[in-house]
């Protein structure tokens, strides 16, 4: 076994340890505001239920390891004192992580992620339309726990209402485990789903996706994909060239003859094939080329 002094490592690899061994961890996905009424959206996996009387969630952005700095949900929590608790499930899952992208302040991650803001009853910052349980919350109290990189602050909320999925209950009315269906976070690219057990949702922190509005209607509109795809599409830096493409048709067998069909909906499960293999650059590929055979162009 070995032992560690948590002061003389680097607090980057101190995180890791703390986040791989301490979990599985619920996740908090937090709406805010900023003083001049811009939505913001980021999910936190240091986030807990502490009281039932009064109902008190608390979940803790954290300053940034890599250069100190503060992130826009403590700012807006700080400043309007209120925010929005959406549990995230499965079905969010990909859409959530993509919602975590560092996109510069003023971006409206709503839009980014693809998923549908709506009004709460008394606070300002907006719900989550596709998570199945959303808490209305007032901030009590921020307590700053450092001063340096990695340092949390603890955001105390008091629930003032819950919004709850009728889909998601039994018969006795109460949630049931299985149809809520919740993710929760592990360290690494690692997840959990709370019914079926281990999964990877890749995320470099370091690039930036191209979010969900960028996604063409023809894809968006597709009943072959859901918001798993959709988050996954979105969460790649740049599309592939039209040369990249052309190459990977030609080396691709299997590609050119679902091409070759005319069946749209045919393209895209080949593509969702790549998806569901994480490779998201080959689903593009394959997108992008239907997209070619029409004559028509994709900008981003």
């Known amino acids: 076994m070995i032992t560690i002094d948590p002061k003389s490592i680097e607090t980057a690899k101190l995180q890791g340890y703390l986040q791989s061994s301490v979990g599985p961890r619920p996740i908090a996905f937090a709406s805010t505001m900023d003083a001049k009424g811009n939505p913001n959206l980021s999910p936190f996996s240091f986030f807990n239920v502490f009281s039932a009387n009064p109902p008190i969630l608390i ?29 995230v499930n499965y079905a969010i899952v990909q859409q959530t992580s993509l919602a975590s992208t560092e996109y510069a302040d003023g971006v409206d991650e709503f839009i980014k992620s693809g998923l549908t803001p709506i009004a709460s009853e008394v606070v300002k910052p907006f719900r989550v339309k ?36 009728e889909s998601i209950l039994d018969e006795n009315g109460t949630i049931d485990q299985h149809k809520i269906d919740l993710v929760s976070r592990l360290g690494g690219n690692w997840y ?25 209607d023809f894809i968006k509109e597709s009943p072959v994909f859901d918001g798993n795809d959709l ?38 499960m080949e593509a969702k094939k790549y998806l569901n293999a994480n490779d998201v650059f080959s689903a593009w ?11 028509k162009t994709i900008k981003t």
């Open 285 to 295: 590929k394959v997108l992008l080329a239907e997209r070619k055979k029409e004559s």
């Open 192 to 216: 959990s789903r709370s019914n079926q057990g281990l999964f990877e949702v890749p995320k470099p922190l370091s690039t930036l996706g191209i979010g969900v509005d960028v996604i063409p």
């Open 130 to 165: 596709e998570s199945p349980v959303q808490f209305e919350c007032k901030v009590t109290q921020i307590i700053p726990l450092g001063t340096e990189g990695g340092a949390g602050n603890l955001v105390l909320c008091e629930v003032l209402r819950i919004h709850i999925d």
């Open 59 to 87: 979940f803790s952005p954290a300053r940034r390891v890599r250069d100190n700095s503060t992130k826009h949900t403590l700012i807006n929590a700080e400043a309007t004192r209120e925010v929005v608790i959406n549990v």
């Open 231 to 268: 988050g996954m599409l979105g969460n790649i830096e740049a599309l592939p060239t039209m040369e990249e493409v052309s190459i990977f048709v030609k080396e691709n067998f299997a590609v050119k003859g679902v091409l070759s069909s005319d069946d749209a909906e045919k393209v895209h």
